[in-house]
C-alpha cells in the first residue's frame, strides 16, 4: 500500500515534468493578439468595406465586385478572432486608409504575428504553475513534488544560461568555434537535439 502511493505520488511529479517538457518545446503556440495586431485586423476589414464601395462607385466588374465582398466577409473572421482594439486607426476614407501610418501598422502587425512565445519563459510559467500547485497540495507528496520542481528550475535557468554563455563565446571568437563544436561531438543524440531546439 504504502508502495503504491510512492509510485502515484512519483507519476503525478513526472507527469509535470512532461508537462513543463511540452510546453518549453511547443512550435504550435502563439503569443495573444497584441493591440496593434487587433487594430490591423480591423483596419483590414475597414479596407475591404471601402473596396467594395469604390469598385461600385467605379462601375468595376462584376467579379472584381464579388472578390471585394468576399474579401469583406472573409476580413470579419479576422476581428472576430483578434477582438476590437482600444483604440481605431483613422480609417474613414480611402486616403486614411492609404495614410502611411496605417501603412506602418500593416508592417508592425506583420512582423509581431511571426513571433513565437520565448520557449524559456513558457518552461519557467510552467514551472511557477506546478511549483504553486504542489504548494496547495502540501503533505508528503507535495512537499518533495515542490523540492523537485524548485530544483528542476534552478537547472533550467543554468542550462539556459550556459547555452547563452556557449553562444556569446562562439560569436566573440569565430576563430575557436570549430573546436568548440568539435569539443561537443561527445555529445549524445538526444543532449544535441535539446540543444538545438533550445537555440532555435
Known amino acids: 500500500m504504502k508502495n503504491a502511493k510512492k509510485h502515484t505520488g512519483y507519476f503525478y511529479i513526472c507527469a509535470l515534468v512532461v508537462f513543463v517538457l511540452g510546453c518549453g518545446g511547443c512550435e504550435s503556440l502563439r503569443l495573444a493578439p497584441s493591440e ?53 486607426p483613422q480609417a474613414e476614407t480611402a486616403e486614411d486608409v492609404l495614410g502611411q501610418s496605417n501603412q506602418l501598422l500593416a508592417k508592425i502587425a506583420l512582423s509581431e ?39 528542476a528550475q534552478t537547472k533550467s535557468k543554468a542550462l539556459k544560461e550556459i547555452i547563452e554563455g556557449n553562444e556569446l563565446f562562439k560569436k566573440q571568437n569565430v576563430s575557436s568555434a570549430a573546436a568548440f563544436k568539435q569539443a ?17
Open 184 to 200: 561537443q561531438q561527445n555529445q549524445s543524440p538526444e543532449t544535441r537535439q535539446i540543444v538545438a531546439e533550445i537555440k532555435a
Open 113 to 151: 504575428s511571426a513571433e513565437r512565445p520565448d520557449a524559456w519563459q513558457l518552461a519557467d510559467s510552467a514551472l511557477e504553475l506546478a511549483i504553486g500547485i504542489s504548494a496547495l497540495l502540501g503533505g508528503v507528496y507535495g512537499t518533495r513534488a515542490l523540492r523537485f520542481l524548485k530544483d
Open 36 to 88: 496593434t495586431q487587433k487594430q490591423n485586423a480591423w483596419l483590414h476589414n475597414r479596407t475591404t468595406a471601402i473596396a467594395i464601395e469604390t469598385a461600385k462607385s467605379e462601375n468595376s466588374s462584376q467579379q472584381l465586385q464579388a472578390l471585394a465582398k468576399l474579401s469583406e466577409l472573409q476580413s470579419r473572421s479576422f476581428v472576430s478572432y483578434t477582438g476590437l482594439p482600444k483604440e481605431f
